[in-house]
């Protein structure tokens, strides 16, 4: 079945620390994405990529890091720079605009 | 400033009646439309989407139309059931660009249909 796992779906760090959030897909698409949801919010775009090997920053990029080595994975890294990383993040994958994003399930990260 | 705007953060309806959710945007060059649909602790669904050639396009109880010289668009459930009861996204792009065809989405509804 094809999808977009995100992982772990909830994670604790502490104030200081970087962690990565996993994302990754099967479907083969192009571009893929990186939202938070904060309430009240709506999804704001962290970072995107519509190819291996490139990314762009999105609105709230600071804080945030990407890679985007293979086509099926792209890693969200929250670093210690990020001054409210408590959110929920949502990843998704996109072949073309018509056929819109495909998102996973999230990750809740909270910071203690 | 934003480009899609979702200006009800709540809607309550009486389950068989119709909910309508709004949505306006701001970019002419918008030219396709979707509408997500999120429930807590999920990520978002595709509900339906619209092209700009259209006015109007239906999907069983879901239909979206879109005014684009308001550049205004709805969507209405009908009969609403109580299992719609979600936050509703609306979600707009532009073929040509800076955001290089990439989905800009509204605040979100959040839709309540009581039993």
């Known amino acids: 079945d094809g999808g977009i796992t995100q992982s772990p779906k909830y994670l604790f760090r502490k104030e200081g620390q970087n962690v990565t959030l996993s994302c990754e897909q099967n479907l083969n698409h192009d571009a893929m994405y990186w939202y938070r949801q904060d309430p009240g919010q709506g999804l704001r775009l962290i970072y995107y990529s519509q190819i291996v090997n490139d990314f762009q920053k999105g609105d709230i990029a600071e804080g945030y890091s990407v890679s985007r080595e293979k086509k099926e994975s792209f890693p969200l890294t929250v670093t210690s720079a990020q001054k409210n990383p408590t959110a929920f993040y949502l990843c998704a994958s996109s072949q073309n605009r018509v056929y819109g994003y495909t998102f996973g399930s999230g990750t809740r990260l909270t910071v203690v | 400033d934003q480009q899609v705007k979702q200006n009800s953060p709540s809607l309550s309806v009486q389950e068989g009646r119709i909910s309508i959710l709004n949505c306006d945007y701001t970019n002419s060059m918008f030219d396709y439309f979707l509408w997500y649909k999120k429930y807590p602790a999920e990520g978002p669904t595709f509900l339906i989407s619209?092209?700009?050639?259209?006015d109007k396009n239906e999907d069983g109880r879901f239909t979206v139309f879109l005014n684009k010289s308001a550049k205004h668009l709805s969507l209405h459930i009908v009969p609403s059931q109580p299992g719609d009861s979600a936050v509703y996204f609306c979600?707009?792009?532009?073929?040509?660009?800076?955001?290089?065809?990439?989905?800009?989405f509204g605040k979100g509804t959040k839709l309540s249909v009581k039993p």
């Open positions: 979600a707009a792009s532009a073929r040509y660009g800076g955001s290089q065809g990439n989905l800009i």
């Open positions: 619209i092209s700009s050639i259209k």
